[in-house]
Nanobody, 116 residues
């Protein structure tokens, strides 16, 4: 299953971006959707999760209070709203669909660059 991402780019420190994750083959509401990022030379970091068929969310401490994940089921899309961005948030961001204890699909990643 291929998830399609959009919304990355260059933003100044303190700015905001919204990432989108959608799919054409599956109904995203049936899946928990997780967001990850990987900065150059660093390990992949889990950022957030929104539960399947629910709006329960979990965030890593590094983004808690600044990032928010949400669903728009009418658009079959999950969003990651990122506010108060910092240079340390610079990374490639990925979404993944999780179902029945398996990662069912991944996005190809989108680059977020935060300038100081």
């Amino acid at each position: 299953v291929q998830l399609v991402q959009s919304g990355g780019g260059l933003v100044q420190s303190g700015g905001s971006l919204r990432l989108s994750c959608t799919a054409s083959e599956i109904t995203l509401d049936d899946y928990a959707i997780l967001w990850f990022r990987q900065a150059p030379g660093k390990a992949r970091e889990g950022l957030s999760c929104i539960s399947a068929r629910d709006t329960s969310t979990v965030y890593a401490d590094s983004v808690k209070g600044r990032f928010a994940v949400s669903r728009d089921n009418a658009k079959n899309t999950v969003y990651l709203q990122m506010n108060n961005l910092k240079p340390d948030d610079t990374a490639v961001y990925y979404c993944a669909g999780y179902y029945s204890s398996t990662y069912a699909g991944w996005g190809k990643g989108t680059l977020v660059t935060v300038s100081s």
